[in-house]
């Protein structure tokens, strides 16, 4: 009896019309919004104000999709540029190929430029969003099961990843991106490694939201145990891959080299760094910033007459409260009373009932204007 092994998807790619629907670009658009949904949970937990980290995801998330696409042809750049290479594959990113180093430092740009344009403090930031982050690296992975990409050697394991043979359903030509599996028996079963770094993805999620609710790590600590805690599983992992790689120091996988040198200065980072929370009171709405006082739009647009000296102030001041108590005197003529209203209502000029008193009442004591 064969062992049990795990089956590949028989295709990647669903066409709607003329619409490719690429699963591993669905994937990463899924890790996007669970990372954006968490760590705004996190980050309002934390003092900070809600959708402050969507403003933070228009920067950072264009920045690591380019960084992450630099990253994989830097390392990669023989099967673009090299001979036989297609140059102009280098700009389809659906098809695969995005290296997280990139991803994370050029994100990492675009979040420090949305935080310092509030003053919030990128460590604040990163420890709110770190476990999003991983998890989104997870929900990736699916994308290069979709591909069948990212695998290990071959391999006698119950759970061993079952490879097809993918072609173009109208020509019969080999297509494992866009093509489908007509049959289903396995050219080979091979390690699934993409499997192994998404559950171990999972288990760092877990790890840094456990300690970070017992430490109340800060000042960046909570993203070095994210980085430290990825890293050690990547190292191991890429061990087990078998995929075409940039290879140094003889044959040593560049990623592993990478993973290695992250992965020290996560933990010194970690070890160093103490302090308390960093205060997130920056990121709630207010004026934006360079704004001067009194323009339209900030806070300070509402006048205080009250600050406006004689010359300018458009109010009843002093001398026009006299002015009309005197106007009032002439019209009342001999022997009226000048204060009409309430002691004599039936007065020929009485005003309405209040008119005199609120009229009074306007004028600024001459102590207000000074």
């Known amino acids: 009896m064969l062992p049990a092994t795990i089956p590949s998807p028989p295709q990647g790619v669903w066409h709607v019309g003329p619409i490719p629907l690429r699963a591993y670009a669905l994937c990463i658009i899924a890790g996007i919004v669970l990372a954006v949904w968490l760590t705004d949970r996190r980050f309002v937990a934390r003092g900070g104000a809600p959708g402050f980290v969507i403003d933070v995801a228009v920067w950072a998330v264009p920045f690591g999709l380019v960084g992450g696409r630099l990253y994989h042809l830097a390392t990669d750049w023989r099967t673009y540029f090299g001979p036989g290479g297609d140059p102009v594959a280098a700009l389809y990113v659906w098809n695969g190929g995005l290296g997280i180093w990139g991803a994370i430092a050029l994100g990492a740009v675009g979040a420090w430029i949305a935080c310092r344009r509030r003053g919030v403090p990128l460590t604040a930031f990163a420890d709110a969003a770190a476990p999003g982050i991983v998890l989104a690296q997870a929900v990736g992975r699916l994308g290069n099961w979709f591909n069948q990409e990212l695998y290990g050697a071959p391999t006698t394991l119950p759970w061993g990843l079952e490879i097809y043979r993918r072609v173009d359903p109208g020509t019969g030509a080999p297509d494992n991106l866009g093509g489908v599996a007509l049959d289903r028996t396995p050219v080979e079963i091979v390690q699934p490694t993409f499997l192994y770094e998404l559950v171990w993805n999972i288990l760092v999620a877990v790890l840094v939201v456990v300690l970070d609710r017992r430490l109340r790590l800060s000042r960046g600590r909570a993203f070095a145990v994210y980085v430290a805690g990825y890293t050690a599983g990547r190292f191991v992992i890429e ?95 001999p022997g009226r009373e000048v204060d009409h209203g309430a002691n004599e209502p039936s007065g020929v000029d009485s005003e309405p009932e209040g008119t005199a008193n609120e009229e009074e009442a306007t004028a600024e004591p001459p102590s207000a204007a000074r």
């Open 239 to 333: 061990l087990l891959r078998t995929d075409p790689a940039t290879r140094v120091f003889g044959d040593v996988r560049i990623n592993v080299v990478v993973a290695g040198v992250v992965f020290v200065a996560a933990v010194v980072y970690l070890i160093a760094v103490r302090g308390p929370r960093e205060d997130l009171s920056a990121s709630m709405p207010g004026p934006e910033p360079g704004s001067a006082p009194g323009t339209p739009g900030t806070s300070t647009d509402v006048t205080d007459h009250r600050h406006i000296g004689p010359e300018t102030d458009d109010r009843e001041g002093p001398d026009d409260a006299e002015a009309a108590r005197e106007n009032r005197k002439e019209a009342a003529g």
